[in-house]
Every structure is written in structure tokens, then in C-alpha cells.
């Protein structure tokens, strides 16, 4: 068909960046497109791959450990440029706790300061003990309570960016602002393993708007049976937001 239209993932260094199933995330970008009769690719990138962000739609960045991290950050310097440029020109960018750690200026560490990539004005810095928990927001994004697992060391300031969410049940950002991740032009930065998109299919279907739109223009998604995805959303938000008893 002539008017099929087409969305690139691009899935960066999913050897290092992939923890609590963040790969499930691209199974859900894929299967949401191929529903609607949209072409749907994902391309990987280990390290040492040369990315040609003018073929990508949608980038995930992953989890991933502080060791990993490590390891990735400094070949992130060498993409910094471009990835900076997609970035600024609307490119769609879904970024889970390592990776969202690594959008900001720095990571720092017992172990030392990591470079971040200067993708979003924020810092994030380890903090006495880990924060886990299973974790709901309410975002501006989507009518949906957001859902999800939480398991970070670090502590994210994002001074005065956009949250992602407010956040009913569970920690988020660091231990006291009661905010979790970021939202800066199309890219969400979060620290929500499960993985996210399938729990959450709004914000899955938020990220292939914003990626249809910017590649062909006005885009009106066509509506899924998400009736079980609602239903275990639903189950998780009831579990923990609407008792608040931990
Ligand atoms: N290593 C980072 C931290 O502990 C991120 C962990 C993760 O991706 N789950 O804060």
C-alpha cells in the first residue's frame, strides 16, 4: 500500500542497558504499530555501531547497573552530538532509569562522576540506600494511572523540567520531591521498569503519536482492545495508590 506508514526503533546498547525486561518495552512498540497496519523495525546498536539518527522514529535507552553504565557513558560522548540534534528536532526518546540517569550532566557515584549525554537539564547522585518499590503516578500524558517498578540508587533533580508524573505510591525521583521523571519536548525519562509500555499502553501509544507525527504530520490512532492491559493496570493502581498502605 502506498500510504503504509513506517516507525524505526532504534534499541541502544541492548547488551549493557536492559534490566527488569526494558526489552518488552520495544515488543509493545512494535506490536502496538503492527495492529494498526503500521511497518514497524527496531534496530540495535551495540557499542562500537555507528547510528544514523536521521533513519530513527523512536529511541529506547534502557537500564542498566552502575557498571554498565559506566562502560556505555563513554561511548555516549561520541554520539552526543547527534543525539542532541534528534533530540532538538522533536526525535521520540523513551528513557528507563540508567538510561533516563544518563539523558542529564552527570552520574555520580561512590565509585566517580559519570558524564551524562546534556540531553535534559538534570543531575542525578547516589543516595544512602537504593529506593524500591512498586511505584504509580499520575501523569499529564495520559488519563491512565502510570505503573511500574522502581529499583535506583540514584537520586534525580530535574530543576525546573516537567515531571513526568506525580506520584501516588512508591518513591520516584529522589526522596523528596514526590515527583517522578522527566518529560522534555518527545522524550520521557522515567525510572519505571515492569517493563513500562506494556502496563502503560497510553504512554505506549503517546510515544508512536509523537513519532507518526513528526515524521508524517496530524496522526489519529486507530483505538485497541486494551481491555486486559486496562485491567492490569487497573489491578495495580487498586493494590497500592488507592490504599496507600505499604
Ligand atoms: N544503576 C542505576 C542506579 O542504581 C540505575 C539502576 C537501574 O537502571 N535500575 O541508580
Not at 549525554?117 to 524500591?132: C, M
Not at 513526568?164 to 512508591?170: I, P, Q
Not at 525510572?191 to 507518526?212: F, Q, S, T, V
Amino acid at each position: 500500500m502506498a500510504d503504509t506508514k513506517k516507525i524505526t526503533i532504534g534499541h541502544l546498547y541492548p547488551d549493557l542497558l536492559n534490566l527488569y525486561g526494558d526489552r518488552g518495552n520495544i515488543a509493545c512498540l512494535m506490536k502496538r504499530c503492527m495492529w494498526r497496519g503500521i511497518d514497524a523495525e527496531t534496530i540495535e546498536y551495540n557499542l562500537g555501531d555507528t547510528i544514523d539518527f536521521s533513519e530513527l522514529d523512536i529511541v529506547l535507552l534502557g537500564g542498566g547497573s552502575d557498571r554498565e553504565q559506566m562502560i556505555v557513558c563513554s561511548k555516549l560522548q561520541e554520539i552526543q552530538p547527534d543525539f542532541k540534534s534528534y533530540v532538538e528536532d522533536n526525535g521520540v526518546v523513551i528513557a528507563v532509569c540508567g538510561g533516563y540517569q544518563l539523558l542529564g550532566s552527570y552520574y555520580k557515584t561512590d565509585e566517580g562522576v559519570m558524564e551524562g549525554l546534556h540531553l535534559v537539564d538534570l543531575y542525578t547522585e547516589q543516595g544512602e540506600g537504593r529506593l524500591i518499590s512498586n511505584i504509580v503516578l499520575q501523569s499529564d500524558l495520559v488519563s491512565m494511572p502510570v505503573v511500574g517498578f522502581e529499583n535506583h540508587g540514584g537520586r534525580t533533580f530535574i530543576n525546573g523540567n516537567k515531571p513526568f508524573g506525580k506520584v501516588l505510591f512508591g518513591n520516584g525521583n529522589n526522596d523528596e520531591s514526590g515527583y517522578e521523571g522527566v518529560v522534555y519536548k518527545n522524550v520521557i525519562g522515567t525510572y519505571l521498569h515492569g517493563p513500562l509500555l506494556p502496563k502503560n499502553p497510553e504512554i505506549c501509544d503517546w510515544l508512536i503519536e509523537r513519532a507518526l507525527e513528526r515524521k508524517y504530520g496530524q496522526c489519529d490512532l486507530e483505538p485497541l482492545d486494551d481491555h486486559e492491559e486496562n485491567e492490569a493496570n487497573q489491578y495495580i493502581y487498586e493494590r497500592f495508590a488507592e490504599h496507600k498502605s505499604r
